[in-house]
C-alpha cells in the first residue's frame, strides 16, 4: 500500500485550517502537507509541512505532486461570493483554473481522492426557498455561484471519463472560532460573536429576517472526512452533495446571544451582499447525504452560540 501524502491546498483560510488539522490527527503528522499562498511567517503552519504554493501555478503544483508523492488532494483555495463580486475575472480565474489544474494532474499522476468544496451558492432566486432541494433549479447569480456549479460539472466530468474518484459538498455558511472567514455573504454570522464578547455593537450588513443555511465548523469537518471515507460505490451524486444543518437569521442570532450576552446590541445596515443572500436557499434538504453516508449533523444554534461565545478570541485568530 501507498503512505498516504495529503496536499491541502488554501490551507491557511477558514475551513483549510481546521480540516489541515483533522488530517493530521486522522493520518499523522508526516502524512499531510499544508499550501497556501502566504509566506512561512504569515502561514504560521506549524503542525505539519507547510510549503507556499499558488494553485494557479500549475508547473509548481505539478512539481509538489510529483516530489511529494501525492496520493489525496484537499483543493480549498477560493475567493467567496462577496469578494467574488468585486473582481469577477479574478474570482473565476483562481475558482476555475485552480480546479482544472488540480483534476488533470490528479489523473495524470494517479490521485487516489480529490476533495473539492462547492456551496449554496449554486442555487439561485429560482431555486426553492426552503428546503431546496439536490437536484432544485441551479441557476446562480453571483461569479462565484457560477464557477461552483461549473467547478461541479468538471470534476462530474472527471469521474465519468476518467474515474478520478473526485467528491464534493455543497456548505452552508460556516461559524468557527479557529480561523476567521473572508469575502462571503455568511461571514457575519462569525464576526457578530467577536463583536458580542468584546461588548460592542454589531452592524449587521444583511436585514434582520435573511434566513440562510449556516453549519458549525466540527460538523463541516466530520461531514468532509465521512464523506471521503465513504466506499466508492456509495457516492451517488458526483456533482456535490447538499449538506444541512441548521438555519437562522441575523436577529434569531441576536437573539441567542442576548440569552448570554445579555446587553448585546445590533443595528442592520444592508450592502450589496443583501441580494446574494436573498438569491440563496434558506434551508436545504440533504437527505441524498444522509441516505449515501449517513450524515447527521450535531450542532444546532443554541450549541452553536454557546461554543462561539466561549472560544472567540481575536488574539487567537
Ligand atoms: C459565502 O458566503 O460566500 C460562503 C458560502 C456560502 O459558500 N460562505
Redesign the pocket.
Known amino acids: 500500500m501507498r503512505e498516504e501524502k495529503i496536499l491541502v491546498i488554501g490551507a491557511c483560510g477558514q475551513l483549510g485550517r481546521e480540516l489541515t488539522l483533522a488530517l493530521k490527527e486522522k493520518y499523522g503528522k508526516k502524512a499531510v502537507i499544508a499550501c497556501d499562498r502566504l509566506e512561512p511567517a504569515r502561514a504560521k503552519v506549524s503542525e505539519v509541512k507547510y510549503i507556499r504554493l499558488d494553485v494557479m501555478n500549475k508547473a509548481h503544483l505539478q512539481l509538489v505532486m510529483v516530489d511529494e508523492k501525492v496520493t489525496q488532494v484537499y483543493l480549498l483555495a477560493a475567493m ?3 469578494s467574488g463580486e468585486k473582481d469577477p475575472s479574478m474570482a473565476w480565474q483562481v475558482n476555475m483554473d485552480g480546479l482544472l489544474n488540480v483534476l488533470e494532474l490528479s489523473v495524470r499522476y494517479g490521485i487516489a481522492k480529490v476533495f473539492w468544496p462547492s ?3 449554486v442555487f439561485g432566486p429560482e431555486s426553492p426557498k426552503i428546503n431546496c432541494g439536490q437536484h432544485a433549479f441551479t441557476i446562480p447569480t453571483t461569479v ?1 455561484g457560477i464557477s461552483k456549479l461549473s467547478g461541479e460539472y468538471w470534476c462530474r466530468y472527471y469521474f465519468e471519463k476518467f474515474g478520478l474518484d473526485v467528491r464534493s459538498l455543497r ?4 461559524v468557527s472560532h479557529k480561523a476567521l ?1 473572508g ?5 457575519y454570522a462569525v464576526d457578530i460573536f467577536y463583536k458580542a464578547n468584546a461588548g460592542e455593537k454589531f452592524s449587521c450588513f444583511l436585514k434582520p429576517d435573511t434566513a440562510l443555511p449556516m453549519m458549525f465548523m466540527d460538523d463541516a469537518v466530520r461531514a468532509t472526512l465521512e464523506l471521503m471515507d465513504a466506499p466508492r460505490d456509495n457516492i451517488s451524486v458526483r456533482t456535490s452533495y447538499n449538506l444541512s444543518s441548521v438555519s437562522f437569521t441575523p436577529a434569531e442570532l441576536a437573539a441567542e446571544i442576548r440569552k448570554v450576552e445579555r446587553d448585546f446590541q445590533i443595528v442592520y445596515l444592508p450592502d450589496f451582499r443583501q441580494e446574494i443572500a436573498d438569491s440563496w436557499p434558506a434551508s436545504i434538504n440533504d437527505d441524498r447525504a444522509r441516505e449515501d453516508w449517513g450524515w447527521s449533523p450535531r450542532f444546532g444554534t443554541v450549541e452553536i452560540v454557546k461554543v462561539m461565545l466561549e472560544n472567540v478570541n481575536v488574539e487567537k485568530v
Open positions: 467567496l461570493s462577496a456551496s449554496i451558492a462565484y456548505y452552508p455558511g460556516l472567514p469575502g462571503g455573504t455568511t461571514d
